[in-house]
Structure formats: structure tokens, C-alpha cells
């Protein structure tokens, strides 16, 4: 059966220009050229994001938790299963095995990505809905090299600037090193997490 589904991974989330207050979750077909967005809500983009950047939380998130609690009672997931595309809805599945039984689970599809993202499972869909979701990445050339490897860090909406006294306040690129880490720990006190993997983000950049 695995032979005939496609694997894919999690290439990035950026702000969905569909849905007011939803990210896109972008799943990238491994070996294809194929992509395929997910609108997902801004609880589970900051789950996802927070795994992204490998940023640990103070205190644990739901999908921590749930996979914490799976591990302590032996329980693995084997993999996710996007198996419907319906009404512009996907809907997946979770399999689980303890060595004993197998259960397969239904779940939602952002939920299933962040706990898979959490154990290191494959995530795999059809090649119909591949082919009905998904959109082609044109190939870029080698001078492109450097701009398609930055296509796998989340990408987020810039917010408004602040403005005081009629002047924009300095861009969040704009900082040095020094300032984003206490702006990065600032945030993760605050459990701004979305901002803080977009502050970590510019911090690995800049470091390089």
C-alpha cells in the first residue's frame, strides 16, 4: 500500500491571505515537485512553528504533552495518513502501535502533523489528493540556490510598524544580534511563540 502513496514533508507556514487569523501550512511532496497548503488555525501554527525553529517552550504545549504521555505508556506513532480532500477539508489519520496492538485514530490534520513533527514520523497523502491540492514549484537554477534553501524556513506576515511621533519604529531585521536574543527570550516568556520562531529565524540568518 506504501508504494502507492506520496510521503511529504512540512516545508513552511506563512499568514493565510484565504482566511483572516489562519496560517498556511505548506507540505512538500519528497522527491516531487509538488506543494500543498493547509490552512490551519494560529494555535496549531505556533505548535508547529515552535518544532520548526526547535524551540522549547517553558512549560510543555497539548501536543507535547500528548506525545510525553504516549511515550511513558510505550506507544509509538508510525505514521500520519492524509486520506480525504472533501469540501476543502483534509482529514487524516494517526497509527499507532505499542508492539502489541496497531490503532489507527482519525484526527485533525494540523494536530497530526505537530504530534508527527514531535516523533519523527512520515506523513504520507494519495497521489489524488496530491494532484487535486497541490501546485507545482517551478525548478530555480543554481544561482537561486541560496533564495530556494530560505523557502524552508516559515514565513510570516510583517505587522504594522509602530508609529511614534509620525516616524516608523526601526524594522525587527534591523536589530543586532544582541537585541533579538532578549527580544527571542522576551517573547518566549510571554509565550509569543509564533514571533519568537520569526525572531529566531532572523537570528540564525544573521549569525551565518
Known sequence: MNKDRIRLKVLGISYSQIQSGAYALILAQIGGPYRIPVVIGAAEAQSIALRMESITPPRPMTHDLFVSFAHAFGIKLREVFIYRFEDGIFSSELTF?????????????????????????????????????????????????????????????????????????PKIENYTVEELQKLLARLIEQENYEEAARVNEIIKRKQK
Open 97 to 169: 502501535s505499542d508492539d502489541e496492538r496497531t490503532i489507527v485514530i482519525d484526527s485533525r490534520t494540523s494536530d497530526a502533523i505537530a504530534i508527527a513533527m514531535r516523533t519523527g514520523a512520515p506523513i504520507f497523502t494519495t497521489p489524488e489528493i496530491l494532484e487535486e491540492t497541490g501546485f507545482l514549484l517551478e525548478e530555480s537554477s543554481q544561482e537561486d540556490e541560496d533564495e530556494a534553501a530560505a523557502a524552508d524556513a516559515p514565513v510570516f506576515v510583517e505587522e504594522e510598524d509602530d508609529i511614534a511621533d509620525g516616524e516608523p519604529a
